[in-house]
C-alpha cells in the first residue's frame, strides 16, 4: 500500500454504512500512516463528522441511510466548499461519476481496491493546502 510519512500524516473521516468495510480500511489506512479521525454509519453522523474534524479528506459511500444520492456530499460542501471529498461507491453509474466530478470530487469504486482509494485519498489531500 501507499505509505504517509508521520509528520504528515493525512486526516480522514471514513462515512460507509457496512461496519465490515469500514473496519477494514481503518484499519489499513492506520497501518499505513493515516489519521483516521471518526468513522460515520449515516448520513448524518458523516456531516456531523466532517463538521466537527475538518479532515483533509472525508471518504463518503454513495448509498448511506439517510442520503439520496449525492445529497450527502452536496451537503458537506455547502457548508466547506474547500472540503476534498472521495465517494466511494459499489455500483459504477456513469452519471453520478460525472456529477461527482463536476462538484469538485473524486469518485471511486470499491471494486478498484484500497491501494485506489490511498491514491484517491493523497490526491484530495494534495488539493487541501492549495484549497483551504
Not at 10 to 29: H, N, P, T
Not at 123 to 131: D, E, I
Request: proline share 2%; hydrophobic share 45%; aromatic share 4%.
Amino acid at each position: 500500500m501507499t505509505s504517509t510519512s508521520a509528520s504528515a500524516a493525512i486526516s480522514v473521516v471514513l462515512a460507509d454504512d457496512d461496519v465490515r468495510f469500514r473496519s477494514l480500511v481503518c484499519s489499513v489506512l492506520r497501518d499505513d500512516g493515516y489519521e483516521v479521525l471518526a468513522e460515520a454509519h449515516d448520513a448524518r453522523s458523516a456531516r456531523e463528522a466532517a463538521s466537527t474534524h475538518r479532515p483533509d479528506v472525508v471518504i463518503l459511500d454513495l448509498v448511506m441511510e439517510g442520503s439520496r444520492g449525492l445529497s450527502t456530499l452536496r451537503e458537506i460542501l455547502d457548508e466547506d466548499p474547500t472540503q476534498p471529498v472521495v465517494v466511494i461507491s459499489s455500483l459504477f453509474d456513469q452519471r453520478i461519476e460525472q456529477e461527482t466530478v463536476a462538484l469538485g470530487a473524486w469518485y471511486l469504486e470499491k471494486a478498484e481496491g484500497l491501494e485506489a482509494l490511498e491514491r484517491a485519498i493523497n490526491a484530495a489531500a494534495s488539493t487541501t493546502a492549495r484549497r483551504r
